[in-house]
């Protein structure tokens, strides 16, 4: 294993040290694992605070700022954040109008948000979860019951950090959160394992001629091992997959081809060219897209493609401002 870290019991730790150093429009708390808008809340505004195991940057603490999160738990990597990370920043968050909190379907996250919620409930702060479930390739996995939450997170934290901007209530936020989620999927694919710091090794193994279709941020199985094959081929497999489950024809879509940590941007190009021409070629318009690496499993060689079907008002949502490390415009 060569990783570019001191040891695997500090790679967390010593990553948030980095963060505070390279983004002063941040608040890095490193003794609670909490990074939030510096500044602090701001009166009247809708807090919207997510989380989740380390390794899949820039997911969460990337996407802190205006226009997003306000607040992100980083757990260790892979591994949920604690309740008492997310009732920090729940509070530290807390403006008066309530709190979103955005949940990856994932067990150990699911229960220790909902518990974080009721510890700040007992503080007299409303708590609303939404919970993020748009990955179509199984219905259950070693992580999770029910669909595990992958590329949509990124979109819902845009879109409803720009409603929660815009000074709407706790329920239209939490309710365009719900919007975003109903109307996105994903599906990824994975060329290798990735190696976590703490286990030395390969979180699993392919082939030197396979591929992992359907495959989690967190290196588990997906559908089926395969042939590799032609980026156009897996294009058409992830967005069969997409389309089967949800209706893409006659619809303006916004499009993520997203990388998982170890693949070159110049590959991620070329799988967008191959998802633009499949959508077009089945009705659809790509109005809006993202390609790059946005919510990664470490080093992992492989992409995900999420698809959301747009509506006016999430499109107007969407292009709004946003001013964080991993996404900006519009300032």
């Known amino acids: 294993m060569k990783k570019l870290i001191n040891s695997p019991e500090t790679v967390v730790t010593q990553a948030l040290a980095g963060v505070a150093a390279a983004h002063p429009s941040l608040h890095v708390d490193i003794e609670n694992k909490v990074i939030t808008r510096a500044g602090g809340p701001k009166n009247g505004k809708v807090g919207l605070v997510s989380g989740g195991g380390s390794g899949h940057e820039p997911l969460h603490g990337g996407f802190v700022g205006y226009g997003m999160l306000d607040a992100a738990c980083p757990g260790e990597v892979f591994t949920s954040p604690v309740p008492d990370q997310m009732l920090v920043a729940t509070k530290a968050v807390d403006g008066g109008a309530g709190v979103l909190h955005v949940v990856k379907n994932?067990?150990?996250d699911v229960l220790n948000f909902q518990m974080a919620a009721e510890l700040?409930?007992?503080e007299g702060i409303e708590v609303v979860p939404v919970v993020i479930n748009d990955d179509v390739a199984v219905v259950d996995s070693l992580y999770?019951?029910?669909r595990r939450g992958t590329g949509a997170t990124v979109f819902v934290e845009k879109v409803a950090?720009?409603?929660?901007?815009?000074g709407a209530d706790l329920?239209?936020?939490?309710?365009v959160a719900r919007e975003v989620n109903d109307r996105s999927r994903s599906f990824g694919v994975a060329l290798s394992s990735c190696v976590v710091p703490a286990a030395g090794k390969p979180t699993f193994e392919l082939g030197d001629s396979e591929v992992?279709?359907?495959i989690g941020i967190h290196g588990e199985p997906g559908r089926t091992r395969a042939a590799h094959t032609s980026a156009?081929?897996?294009?058409?497999v992830a967005l069969d997959a997409i389309s089967d489950d949800m209706p893409i024809d006659g619809t303006d879509l916004l499009v993520m081809v997203n990388g998982m940590g170890g693949t070159p941007l110049i590959e991620l190009y070329l799988m967008f060219n191959e998802v633009q021409k499949y959508l077009?070629?089945?009705?659809a318009r790509v109005a809006r897209n993202l390609v790059g690496n946005y919510i990664t499993s470490l080093e992992m060689q492989g992409f995900s493609v999420t698809v959301c079907r747009l509506t006016d008002t999430l499109t107007r949502l969407w292009d709004a401002p946003v001013d964080t490390p991993a996404l900006r415009w519009g300032r």
């Open 144 to 146: 999770t019951a029910g």
């Open 120 to 122: 700040a409930g007992d």
């Open 232 to 236: 156009q081929e897996l294009a058409a």
């Open 212 to 214: 992992e279709l359907g």
């Open 171 to 175: 329920a239209a936020v939490a309710a």
């Open 161 to 166: 950090g720009a409603l929660a901007e815009e």
């Open 106 to 108: 994932y067990t150990g």
């Open 280 to 283: 077009e070629g089945h009705g």
